[in-house]
């Protein structure tokens, strides 16, 4: 029982000198035994202590002396065993003795093998007492273990839960952004995704940033994204596409990259790098060790949806946008078009319509052939998608023919619009190989007013009659439908 070189303490509570005289005698050097007076019992100071004896002998006579207040503190002494002198007039009530969580009772007079055997006991249930400890600590560190490895796997369960629900790259890493927040203190959470050029050496961006950003910190997002995509790809950047994420709760807060850390994880999808996840979190954030490989499996199960989702949505464009101009086909036009007659019919808003045909486009293949004609297309459809709003839906009809919707805008509005797409197209310079040349179109005009109760297709065969119109009348010029007068009912 020896602390290095320091003997063994121990306490006597008002221990007369034969006592004390026996104690010493009967355990020899190894222990100290310091003996208070009645007077002086130990008090909060030597209690708080941190260096406290292994034992305490106490005869009876101060025990029963002593106010219960001062008994409960020295019962809280979990580590120091009690030992009890009885009184040799007096007997000892057994029950009590437990109740007082006393190890031992010894009776007067002490001898050198009461006192040995009384100090082995203490010893011995110490030793317990310590097992028991030792036990009880591992069981709550394996218990603590289990349930941080049973909130790592809910969270990695939500992750990909929720990430394998969604299809829309946005929506997918709107929801990351809040599932990332059981895991680390995350501010927002946005990312790029890029397509190797035939060169081998540049690439084009598609950035997905979160929305409602004033333009000085859309800018630096932009060039922080830009920047991690040359980095992580090791190729520079030809082109890049901007979009918005999808937050999962709707939120006010926009934070530039100054706000917080910066974490930029690699996306990796059946061995190749095809994107990057950027985190913005709280500027002291400090992960553990246990952390960092739980924030690798989820982004390694984001990478997998995001992998899916960018591909879902090559599939799903090549279903709805024409392949050559990449604007949309007749099929999603015609799905279109019962939208917006929907919500124009429910809301009671302006709808117009565009029909464009480009002028002897036959004589542009003829002459120039049919590469040429193909450029054609795609430089108008270029042209068309610089002009026109996003919400505006644009498709190639067939051959040389366009359709534009045109949501919340009135006959006036289109008719402007119309002229202005026709003077940029007329004053387009096509060339191909060392031959230039412009073309011209003809377009034809259509809307429909709040509270009509005509059919969606109307509006295409009053924009298709324009058209022709415009087309009789010498081509390259706008021609608007005509509006039908009403009916009075007599």
Same mark, same amino acid.
């Given at each position: 029982?020896?602390?290095?070189?320091?003997?063994?303490?121990?306490?006597? &509570?008002?221990?007369?000198?034969?006592?004390?005289?026996?104690?010493?005698?009967?355990?020899?050097?190894?222990?100290?035994?310091?003996?208070?007076?009645?007077?002086?019992?130990?008090?909060?100071?030597?209690?708080?202590?941190?260096?406290?004896?292994?034992?305490?002998?106490?005869?009876?006579?101060?025990?029963?002396?002593?106010?219960?207040?001062?008994?409960?503190?020295?019962?809280?002494?979990?580590?120091?065993?009690?030992?009890?002198?009885?009184?040799?007039?007096?007997?000892?009530?057994?029950?009590?003795?437990? *109740?007082?969580?006393?190890?031992?009772?010894?009776?007067?007079?002490?001898?050198?093998?009461?006192?040995?055997?009384?100090?082995?006991?203490?010893?011995?249930?110490?030793?317990?007492?310590?097992?028991?400890?030792?036990?009880?600590?591992?069981?709550?560190?394996?218990?603590?273990?289990?349930?941080?490895?049973? *909130?790592?796997?809910?969270?990695?369960?939500?992750?990909?839960?929720?990430?394998?629900?969604?299809?829309?790259?946005?929506?997918?890493?709107?929801?990351?952004?809040?599932?990332?927040?059981?895991?680390?203190?995350?501010?927002?959470?946005?990312?790029?995704?890029?397509?190797?050029?035939?060169?081998?050496?540049?690439?084009?961006?598609?950035? &997905?940033?979160?929305?409602?950003?004033?333009?000085?910190?859309?800018?630096?997002?932009?060039?922080?994204?830009?920047?991690?995509?040359?980095?992580?790809?090791?190729?520079?950047?030809?082109?890049?596409?901007?979009?918005?994420?999808?937050?999962?709760?709707?939120?006010?807060?926009?934070?530039?990259?100054?706000?917080?850390?910066?974490?930029?994880?690699?996306?990796?999808?059946?061995?190749?790098?095809?994107?990057?996840?950027?985190?913005?979190?709280?500027?002291?954030?400090?992960?553990?060790?246990?952390?960092?490989?739980?924030?690798?499996?989820?982004?390694?199960?984001?990478?997998?949806?995001?992998?899916?989702?960018?591909?879902?949505?090559?599939?799903?464009?090549?279903?709805?946008?024409?392949?050559?101009?990449?604007?949309?086909?007749?099929?999603? &036009?015609?799905?279109?078009?019962?939208?917006?007659?929907?919500?124009?019919?429910?809301?009671?808003?302006?709808?117009?319509?565009?029909?464009?045909?480009?002028?002897?486009?036959?004589?542009?293949?003829?002459?120039?052939?049919?590469?040429?004609?193909?450029?054609?297309?795609?430089?108008?459809?270029?042209?068309?998608?610089?002009?026109?709003?996003?919400?505006?839906?644009?498709?190639?009809?067939?051959?040389?023919?366009?359709?534009?919707?045109?949501?919340?805008?009135?006959?006036?509005?289109?008719?402007?619009?119309?002229?202005?797409?026709?003077?940029?197209?007329?004053?387009?310079?096509?060339?191909?190989?060392?031959?230039? &040349?412009?073309?011209?179109?003809?377009?034809?005009?259509?809307?429909?007013?709040?509270?009509?109760?005509?059919?969606?297709?109307?509006?295409?065969?009053?924009?298709?009659?324009?058209?022709?119109?415009?087309?009789?009348?010498?081509?390259?010029?706008?021609?608007?439908?005509?509006?039908?007068?009403?009916?009075?009912?007599?």
């Amino acid at each position: 029982m020896k602390r290095g070189n320091r003997p063994e303490l121990l306490w006597g &509570f008002g221990l007369n000198t034969a006592e004390v005289g026996k104690i010493e005698d009967s355990l020899g050097p190894g222990f100290f035994l310091r003996n208070f007076s009645e007077r002086s019992l130990p008090g909060e100071k030597e209690l708080s202590n941190k260096d406290k004896p292994a034992a305490t002998w106490i005869p009876q006579r101060v025990w029963d002396e002593l106010p219960e207040e001062r008994r409960s503190a020295y019962r809280n002494l979990e580590s120091t065993q009690r030992i009890l002198i009885q009184d040799e007039a007096k007997s000892t009530d057994l029950e009590r003795v437990l *109740e007082d969580g006393f190890l031992a009772v010894v009776s007067s007079p002490l001898t050198s093998s009461k006192v040995q055997d009384a100090l082995f006991r203490a010893k011995e249930i110490s030793g317990l007492y310590g097992d028991l400890y030792r036990m009880t600590e591992e069981i709550i560190l394996e218990r603590e273990l289990l349930s941080r490895k049973t *909130e790592q796997l809910q969270f990695l369960n939500t992750v990909l839960s929720n990430a394998t629900e969604r299809l829309e790259v946005g929506n997918i890493l709107g929801q990351a952004a809040e599932d990332l927040k059981m895991l680390l203190p995350v501010y927002s959470v946005q990312g790029a995704f890029w397509n190797v050029l035939p060169t081998g050496k540049h690439i084009d961006a598609d950035i &997905f940033i979160n929305p409602g950003q004033v333009e000085s910190v859309q800018k630096e997002w932009v060039e922080l994204m830009i920047e991690n995509v040359v980095a992580l790809s090791g190729m520079e950047v030809s082109s890049y596409n901007m979009a918005e994420t999808v937050p999962a709760v709707s939120s006010n807060m926009v934070y530039s990259p100054e706000s917080g850390r910066i974490l930029a994880l690699p996306l990796v999808a059946r061995g190749d790098k095809f994107g990057c996840l950027v985190m913005l979190c709280e500027r002291n954030v400090r992960l553990a060790k246990d952390q960092v490989s739980t924030l690798n499996a989820a982004v390694n199960h984001l990478s997998l949806a995001l992998s899916n989702a960018i591909m879902f949505d090559k599939i799903k464009t090549r279903a709805n946008r024409d392949g050559l101009t990449r604007v949309y086909n007749r099929c999603s &036009f015609d799905e279109r078009l019962v939208e917006e007659f929907k919500r124009h019919q429910r809301l009671n808003t302006e709808l117009a319509l565009l029909m464009i045909d480009l002028d002897h486009f036959k004589s542009v293949n003829d002459t120039y052939g049919h590469m040429a004609g193909d450029m054609v297309l795609e430089k108008v459809a270029r042209l068309f998608e610089n002009t026109f709003r996003s919400t505006d839906f644009i498709a190639r009809y067939g051959g040389e023919e366009f359709a534009i919707l045109l949501p919340h805008t009135n006959e006036a509005q289109a008719r402007m619009l119309a002229e202005r797409i026709r003077e940029k197209i007329s004053a387009s310079n096509m060339t191909y190989q060392d031959a230039s &040349f412009n073309i011209t179109a003809s377009i034809g005009v259509s809307s429909v007013c709040p509270g009509s109760l005509e059919k969606g297709t109307e509006i295409v065969r009053k924009a298709d009659e324009a058209l022709y119109e415009a087309k009789a009348q010498g081509r390259n010029r706008v021609v608007v439908s005509p509006k039908r007068p009403k009916l009075r009912i007599m």
